[in-house]
């Protein structure tokens, strides 16, 4: 098994506390309502949202996954850091064992928030993965992030 690790970053003006909340706490009620047409619904399977909960995301019908499942492995409401593990769902594909994301929010000085991501990516066997590879997905998050912050914006007194 080989893993692969890729970094992202980006900028936004809203708040790290508020982006956090969107974003990784209330996700399960936030996400399938601003995207219903890529998310049908999104639910915890084991847990109640803390660390060691399972969360499924389940897709609409007729689109190219069916569903995908995270173990949250921890939950950093403080510090506003999130680490949890793709385990399960066809959106991993013939190539890929699991994905470990870190997602850490920070303040970046003038309201808003900087959102630091690393992915490892845990490959079953040899096989070796290219940026290419990834950037679907990559693209997907960095969406979903901006429909959040559009949201936001625009709902300025939503999870502040």
Known sequence: MG????????????????????????????IPKLVPQSIKSIEFIEGDGGAGSIKQTNF??????????HKIDAL???????????????????KLESIVYEVKFESSG?????????????????VELKEEDIKEGKDKAMG??????????????VYA
Do not use: R, W
């Not at 609409?60 to 499942?69: A, D, I, Q, T, V």
């Not at 003038?110 to 040899?126: A, L, P, R, V």
């Open 76 to 94: 950093d409401t403080e510090n506003l850091v999130c680490k949890y593990t793709l385990i399960e769902g066809d959106v991993l594909g013939d």
């Open 110 to 126: 003038n309201g808003g928030s900087i959102c630091k991501m690393t992915s490892e990516y845990h490959t079953k066997s040899d």
């Open 60 to 69: 609409p019908e007729g689109g190219h996954f069916k569903y995908l499942k």
């Open 3 to 30: 893993v692969t690790c890729f970094t992202q970053e980006f900028t936004t003006p809203i708040p790290p506390a508020t982006m956090f909340k969107a974003l990784i706490v209330d996700s399960h009620n936030l």
């Open 144 to 157: 979903l992030y901006k429909v959040v912050e559009a949201h936001l914006l625009a709902n300025p007194d």
